[in-house]
């Protein structure tokens, strides 16, 4: 797919980061825009934003975790736009803590947007998208926490390396109907996720509080933003990609565990020490 003009293409966490980029970049390309958010005030503002330019905007207030409310959603778009060319599961939170701090609340909400969001997107979208024929595209945003395994980020990276083999598996099944599958691995990129992020776990020099503090600055002082990420997954969607990798230190991680996951779990293991030591 390599003409957006007139597509229709659905956002899920569209009201801010790599969501909101996402969103830009394909109206820059002429789409008309599904965008979907639980922030309404936020998506109020990017679609007076993307109207001034032009661009056929549609918004939906949705918790992508309720598998009604994503039904219904999908009922609507499609009443309202009439097929779904490119969909963008890309919804998501953070829960950052050792694994025995993380309580089953922590892991029910982690896995509602990051998880389940994705499954259900696929599941009421993606035979609509068959049975409207002419192909399509479906994005799934997962991380390069998706590839590499992280301490301190159990939960998180659970829901990552979920969505990636998801997505590779589906892609296997799509293909026969014309629709591509794309898992989109980004590494350390400043959004409101790491902000918003619960934090359960310190370490012996840092509170939760701290610790989230000085994530969140290492983040800003990283500054790889998201239009970035949302610039590479246009361009892997037009060259139907597997999988999405961007920043130095996913494609880092992806080819140390490819070449020897042995050796990146023995890593692991000691940079789990260090950090509960001294970060």
């Not at 395994?149 to 014309?178: C, I, M």
């Not at 939760?208 to 990283?222: A, D, S, T």
């Not at 999988?243 to 880092?252: A, S």
């Amino acid at each position: 797919m390599r003409d957006f003009n007139g597509k229709i293409v659905v956002v899920t966490g569209a009201a801010s980061g790599i969501g909101r980029e996402l969103a830009r970049s394909f109206a820059g390309r002429g789409a008309k825009l599904a965008l979907v958010d639980s922030d309404g005030e936020g998506l109020g503002k990017l679609r007076e934003e993307l109207e001034a330019r032009g661009n056929d905007i549609y918004t939906w207030v949705v918790d992508v975790s309720v598998a009604e409310e994503v039904e219904d959603l999908c009922a609507q778009v499609y009443e309202k736009m009439g097929r779904v060319d490119v969909l963008c599961n890309n919804a998501g939170v953070a829960v950052g803590g050792w694994m025995e701090d993380v309580s089953i609340d922590d892991w029910m909400w982690q896995l509602g947007p990051n998880f389940w969001g994705v499954i259900y997107g696929c599941h009421y979208f993606y035979p609509r998208m068959i049975a409207q024929g002419g192909g399509g595209h479906i994005v799934n945003t997962a991380s390069g926490a998706g590839l590499v395994p992280l301490p301190l980020t159990v939960a998180y990276n659970t829901t990552k390396f979920a969505v990636v083999g998801f997505s590779e598996t589906l892609r296997a099944e799509a293909a026969q109907h014309g629709i591509g599958v794309s898992a989109v691995c980004p590494g350390f990129v400043a959004t409101n996720v790491v902000r918003n992020a619960r934090i359960v776990s310190g370490t012996e020099r840092s509170s939760p509080e701290e610790l989230r503090q000085r994530i969140e600055r290492f983040f800003v002082r990283r500054n790889y933003t998201p239009d970035r990420v949302a610039a590479a997954v246009v361009k892997g969607v037009e060259r139907n990609r597997s999988i999405i990798v961007m920043g130095p230190e996913t494609r880092l991680g992806d080819f140390s565990m490819r070449l020897s996951r042995g050796l990146v779990v023995f890593v692991m293991e000691r940079a789990a020490r260090l950090i509960k030591r001294f970060v």
